[in-house]
T-cell receptor
Framework: DAKTTQPTSMDCAEGRAANLPCNHSTISGNEYVYWYRQIHSQGPQYIIHGLKNNETNEMASLIITEDRKSSTLILPHATLRDTAVYYCIVASFGNEKLTFGTGTRLTIIP | DVKVTQSSRYLVKRTGEKVFLECVQDMDHENMFWYRQDPGLGLRLIYFSYDVKMKEKGDIPEGYSVSREKKERFSLILESASTNQTSMYLC???????????FGQGTRLTVV
């Protein structure tokens, strides 16, 4: 599976949009981009995934660049409960073995 | 709601003890996983299972074994616990060929 690069940490003001970048320049054609998050003292939670089109669900939006070498997870109106570590993962669909990196620690500031 | 339940939140064991970490899921998922999480290293896959009595090694299987006698239950076994196995252990489950995994709350194991 392709490797991903994420910033170690980010801050965002409460109520603003949080934009979390991820680089995956070695992604191959059949690999998807997945995002999970881990709130303190809990197990990771699935957020969203996509292949090449932008995706949106009730939690977030995923924007994937046209060359698919990077993506951005957007939390449109961040709340204090969104403070967590966010993991960007690249894996082929049906590959259940996810490789988690160290993620981005997002802190929402009141 | 999907529920993945790990038997203990906190566990303290002595070096050399045999340790069992239990995980149960209630969604009839085929896949089950054991990860460990350490500061600065992220989550690392120890073992996973895609069916009863089936198991495959993950990235760091050394010092661990697993058991899956029933579909809903996946056990991680530390045959002889060592201090370097002090860690947070996370269990997860998913449907076959589905990459959306559901995680338990984790077991923080301390080996003294």
């Amino acid at each position: 599976d392709a490797k991903t690069t994420q910033p170690t940490s980010m801050d965002c003001a409460e109520g603003r949009a949080a934009n979390l970048p991820c680089n995956h320049s070695t992604i191959s054609g059949n690999e998807y981009v997945y995002w999970y998050r881990q709130i303190h003292s809990q197990g990771p939670q699935y957020i969203i995934h996509g292949l090449k089109n932008n995706e949106t669900n009730e939690m977030a939006s995923l924007i994937i660049t046209e060359d698919r070498k990077s993506s951005t997870l957007i939390l449109p109106h961040a709340t204090l409960r969104d403070t967590a570590v966010y993991y960007c993962i690249v894996a082929s669909f049906g590959n259940e073995k996810l490789t988690f990196g160290t993620g981005t620690r997002l802190t929402i500031i009141p | 709601d999907v529920k993945v339940t790990q038997s203990s939140r906190y566990l303290v064991k002595r070096t050399g003890e045999k340790v069992f970490l239990e995980c149960v899921q209630d969604m009839d998922h085929e896949n089950m996983f054991w990860y460990r999480q350490d500061p600065g290293l992220g989550l690392r896959l120890i073992y996973f299972s895609y069916d009863v009595k089936m198991k495959e090694k993950g990235d760091i299987p050394e010092g661990y074994s697993v058991s899956r006698e029933k579909k809903e239950r996946f056990s991680l076994i530390l045959e002889s616990a060592s201090t370097n196995q002090t860690s947070m252990y996370l269990c997860a489950s998913s449907y076959l060929s589905d990459t959306e995994a559901f995680f338990g709350q984790g077991t923080r194991l301390t080996v003294v």
